[in-house]
């Protein structure tokens, strides 16, 4: 069985992706769209969201809004190497 930071992980990878977060998923309304779809599909497998943000070391909010940080770094500097 995944622990609740795997469950959050596979989530985040399979609901987030870059071409979204460059527009307007950056904004604080969409990541608290995203906490939300997170928590329902996350009590729908058995996790709380206190368990969910004691495994992850913090607040699922910040914890989305780094995740989007970093994919979105990571899409620049993939785009960048392209030329594009």
Partial sequence: MATAKEFVEFWLENSVHPDEEF???QDGVAVES???GLLVAAEA???SKKQ???ELGGDIH???RNSIDSQNAD???RLKKEGH
């Fill in 45 to 47: 497998q058995g996790f």
């Fill in 62 to 64: 910040s914890y989305i």
């Fill in 23 to 25: 527009g307007r998923k």
């Fill in 75 to 77: 899409e620049r500097a």
């Fill in 52 to 54: 969910m943000e004691d």
């Fill in 34 to 36: 995203l906490v939300e």
